[in-house]
């Protein structure tokens, strides 16, 4: 496989981007090698510019649940963009966006949308220090909320991968308020509580982790920060950026039963155009600028083309089964996959939710960061560039999580794990 004009392009993007790109997992420090150039991308497979085809389970890193360039969102998209980009002004795709969203996750009566996972992640703290007045939130070992300074204290997602525990440029005074726990152990978190229980305003979590790899939530965990938050007086985020729309039609809180205090969501609402949004129960909404005195404001916020891209998504996938074929395709290929690497000796965990999975280089249980870190990473590296070689694109770090699309087939699958196969065969010489 000549991967010639990619590197190329590499060499040249060096020269005005740091490190050659515009978001670090992109890079591929963690798996070696350069990044593949994407020249253009349809239905499950995207294309390099060197010609290259590739079986894809990145998927922009989750948002195209439907796959790459789907006629009825492209349509509705280039219909917009014929009538203007931007308005800065209110325009009907947002009204109809928010009404689906509220409809489809019961605990968001309002929304607010903005423009990233990291803007609504940050400014959902913002809204809960308000209301509670206090300071402090509750977050956790190897979950990813997006590049806000109160964030980056043990974050998943590219901060793991790098091995980085936290960001230089993040003040000692921020890191102080953010107090860390580790994800599905309770008792991590009512320590917390017990000695910071009247200063904690949040916590914050993804009800799934998808940032350090899939980590599976045990649900009484989720259940016990909700009892917990309630007793006393703090408010449950739920970061839903990777689970909201993915895991079912709403959000991942509808399949637990958990109704928590605000909801981040991006990625799919967005339908593969940047977007973000936050929502909560109509009091707590109530308290944002205008209508209130907690201040958040965006030029692009509410964007058409992100707005329309997302109601013509959200509208597919809630008048088809496709979560049900997406459940059993994941099913299989992740069958097919362990008893791929039970073949090769190998008896790695992979762990599934819905259309997501992660094939993790341990033979460990992962039900956390600890185990998360005892994956063999060079090794991963090894596997993906072999894999990349026999055209599937795995995502090129082994703490992030593969998305399956509506557009995947059997066919897809099938050779998926037969690559597999000769890519292990490869790496094990």
Known sequence: ????????MFRVASQYMPGGVNSPVRAFK????????????????????????????????????LGHSHPQVVEAVCSMASRGTSFGAPCE????????????????????????GTEAAMSAVRLARAYTGRDKIVK??????????????KAGSGLLTSGVPTSPGVPA????????????????????FNEYGKEIAAVIVEPAAGNMGLVIPDYEFLDGLRQLTLKNGSLLIFDEVITGFRACYGGFQNIVGIRPDLTILGKIIGGGLPV??????????????????????GTLSGNPLAMIAGVETLKILADDDWYDRLEVLTYYLTGKLKTIFENHGLLYEINR?????????????????????????????????????????????????????????????????????????IIQG
């Not at 956790?140 to 980056?152: K, M, P, R, T, V």
């Not at 308020?177 to 580790?182: E, G, H, R, S």
């Not at 090794?379 to 694109?393: D, I, M, P, R, T």
């Open 1 to 8: 496989m000549k991967t010639d004009r990619s590197t190329e």
């Open 30 to 65: 963690a798996v070696g090698g350069n990044p593949i150039f994407i020249k253009e991308a349809h239905g499950a497979k995207v294309i390099d510019v060197d010609g290259n085809a590739y079986i894809d389970y990145v998927g922009s890193w989750g948002p195209l649940i």
């Open 93 to 116: 795709a947002e009204i109809e966006l928010a009404s689906l969203i509220c409809a489809a996750i019961p605990s968001m009566e309002m929304v607010r949308m903005v423009n990233s």
């Open 140 to 153: 956790f070992e190897g979950c990813y909320h997006g590049h806000a300074d109160s964030f980056l204290i």
């Open 173 to 192: 005074s921020i890191g102080e308020l953010t107090l860390i726990a580790t994800y599905n152990d309770l008792e991590s978190v009512i320590e917390l």
């Open 276 to 297: 973000g949004a936050y929502g909560g129960s109509r009091e707590i909404m109530q308290r944002v600028s205008p209508q209130g005195d907690v201040y958040q404001a």
């Open 353 to 425: 939710l819905a259309s997501m999975f992660t094939v993790f280089f341990t033979e460990e249980l992962v039900e956390n960061y600890t185990a998360v870190l005892s994956c063999d990473t060079q090794k991963y590296g090894a596997f993906h560039q072999a894999l990349l070689n026999e055209g599937v694109y795995f995502p090129p770090a082994q703490f992030e999580t593969g998305f399956i699309s509506c557009a995947h087939d059997m066919e897809d699958v099938n050779e998926t794990a037969e690559a597999v196969d000769r890519a292990l065969s």
